[in-house]
């Protein structure tokens, strides 16, 4: 139970002013019109603090520290978990006005950004040096690279490079008590003790403020191949998964799942056109990137036609431009139709083992039509990687619960998580014992302590400091 806070001081947010400028702290009216009719995250905090430099995120938190005043760290808010929301006598630190590119080093391939340069931003900075940040997903528009480190974040192309955790070579972060530790690290390798930039990687913004990172690049892909194909069975998707993955040599890209009941929400009259028959359960999104157009197209065919050949899906369509490759995309990206639809709107992100998705998928399904026989789900998500999102409409606002152990409990017998990319925040955090146990939470709260003993930053979400 979250007890009413007091109001944050005004002698405070004088304070606050002093160190960031007039216009870098936002009252009253300012705050309740950031984010009208924002559905993720409640904004209710009393003023939104937004330094410009690491110097100042060191100021603003040592006068919070000291008045023990509780601060939310928030970042592009495109988030799913609620690990940004706030409530009256809480403070918002916004890092949107420290988006500077200071560096692209196209020599060691590495890019040093301010925590509020948005992914988006970023990539096409990059485009003019032949060079790339591979982090894809659906807010690539909004997203900050900060908020991408503080929520791990993951996306379609984890397949090939990985998650944000993976691509990232150095941070700077500001703990509790506003000290500043920078490890800028540009090296792949670098094992001089202890990886502390792990630490505050999907940590949500609870142990410190991520203000600046050095990313890892890669080489720009020229050239692009994709498909969609559909399945009778769902064992024909994951042996296509090995095939096409040991096939195409490393430049598997993306390997996205939709099953029939997303497919059939996105497709049809007034919304994307269906390339494929709709009476299918199981339909894959495969994309390749390289480097050689013609040569990669004849690899990608050569591959896709043995698959056909031994059964691994019943038909596809290739690509043959990129207008036909952003179509079929939207059917996988293109959120508003299942939304709509789905009402109540319940939205997951879990993960496990790629052999355990069928059984998987039909126990959801069971227990959610057993409760609620006019429910609607659908399933989609990145099966390479072994992350499934699940879209739930059934019951009613107070049925939140019960829809959630319909997906999550499930995923206690089979060592699931209930969080493959989107990070606990408050809206997972009654379920975090489905995936970590007692010592690792034990752990986890350690660690909070020693990092933030006031319980002054992003308190409440992931886990509670106090019993």
């Known amino acids: 139970m979250q007890h009413a806070l007091p109001a944050v001081p005004a002698a405070l947010i004088e304070q606050l002013r002093a160190v960031v400028g007039e216009t870098g702290v936002l009252t009253g009216e300012e705050v309740a019109a950031r984010y009208p009719g924002y559905f993720m995250d409640r904004i209710a905090a009393d003023a939104i603090v937004r330094p410009r430099t690491t110097e100042e995120v060191s100021a603003v938190l040592q006068l919070c520290n000291a008045a023990g005043q509780p601060v939310v760290v928030q970042g592009g808010m495109s988030g799913w978990v609620r690990a940004t929301q706030t409530k009256a006598g809480e403070i918002a630190l916004s890092l949107e006005r420290m988006a500077d590119i200071e560096e692209i080093d196209t020599v060691n391939r590495t890019a040093t950004v301010q925590a509020g340069v948005i992914l988006d931003t970023l990539e096409t900075a990059l485009a003019e040096h032949g060079l790339t940040f591979p982090l894809d997903l659906g807010g690539r528009g909004s997203c900050q690279l900060g908020g991408n480190a503080s929520t791990n974040a993951g996306g379609m192309r984890v397949i090939r490079y990985g998650m944000m955790r993976e691509q990232v070579l150095g941070i700077e972060t500001v703990l509790a008590d506003g000290r500043v530790i920078s490890s800028l690290n540009q090296m792949i390798k670098n094992n001089a003790g202890y990886d502390l930039k792990q630490l505050f990687i999907g940590s949500e913004g609870t142990l410190g403020v991520i203000t600046r990172l050095v990313l890892r690049l890669r080489e720009r892909p020229t050239s692009s191949n994709t498909a969609i194909v559909c399945a009778s069975d769902f064992s024909q998707i994951v042996d296509l998964l090995r095939f096409v993955d040991q096939g195409l040599g490393g430049l598997l890209s993306a390997f996205e799942l939709i099953d029939n009941n997303f497919y059939n929400v996105n497709t049809g009259a007034g919304k994307h056109a269906g390339p494929l028959a709709s009476d299918k359960p199981y339909y894959a999104i495969i994309e390749m990137l390289g480097s050689q157009q013609d040569r990669d197209s004849e690899l990608f ?64 399904t069971e227990k959610l039509k057993g409760r609620w026989p006019d429910g609607k789900i659908a399933f989609l998500g990145h099966m390479g990687d072994g992350n499934l999102h699940i879209a739930i409409g059934a019951g009613g606002e107070d049925d939140r619960h019960g829809v959630e152990a319909c997906v999550y409990e499930p995923l206690r017998p089979i060592g699931g998580s209930i969080s493959a990319e989107h990070g606990i925040g408050l809206e997972k955090k009654p379920w975090l014992d489905v995936s970590r146990s007692a010592d690792e939470r034990k752990l986890m709260k350690d660690i909070k302590q020693l990092l933030d003993p006031g319980n002054i930053l992003n308190p409440g979400k992931i886990l509670d400091l106090h019993p």
């Open 301 to 364: 065919e050569t591959v896709l036609g043995e698959a056909g050949e031994r059964g691994y899906f019943d038909d596809a369509v290739l690509a043959r431009s990129e207008t036909q490759r952003e179509q079929i995309w939207n059917i996988r990206e293109d959120l508003e139709h299942v939304v709509r639809e789905f009402q109540p709107f319940y939205a997951f992100d879990v993960s496990l083992p790629v052999g355990r998705m069928q059984d998987y998928i039909a126990a959801v």
